[in-house]
């Protein structure tokens, strides 16, 4: 099993940044992949970043230049930088960590933590 505990979420104005961090604990894959998610009030969970264990990204195209997503694989740590933040980037964010074990996925969510952005 593998446990995901994020921390750094609040309330913060328009252009303003925060930093979040997502710690993975447990029995974890030597290669894997965590990532960010957010769902906002009455709207589908969406991508916002994902990382490789290796360092590969890819970001959702609404967030590029403005969030990123980054790993300490020594402490099975993510983090997502977010800068110049808008309110539309109000949301629940959810750390997610997968990976693949022969044909088998083991995917993970995390608790979530509230973003608020205050225009």
């Known amino acids: 099993q593998v446990q995901l505990v994020e921390s750094g979420g609040g309330l913060v104005q328009a252009g303003g940044s925060l930093r979040l961090s997502c710690a993975a604990s447990g029995s974890i894959f030597s290669i894997s992949v965590m990532g960010w998610y957010r769902q906002a009030p009455g709207k589908q969970r969406e991508l916002v970043a994902t990382i490789t264990t290796g360092g590969s990204t890819n970001y959702a195209d609404s967030v590029k230049g403005r969030l990123t997503i980054s790993r300490d694989n020594a402490r099975n740590t993510a983090y997502l930088q977010m800068n110049n933040l808008k309110p539309e980037d109000t949301a629940v964010y959810y750390c997610?960590?997968?990976?693949?074990?022969?044909?088998?996925?083991?995917?993970?969510w995390g608790q979530g933590t509230q973003v608020t952005v205050s225009s």
């Open positions: 997610n960590l997968y990976y693949l074990a022969g044909k088998t996925k083991y995917d993970y």
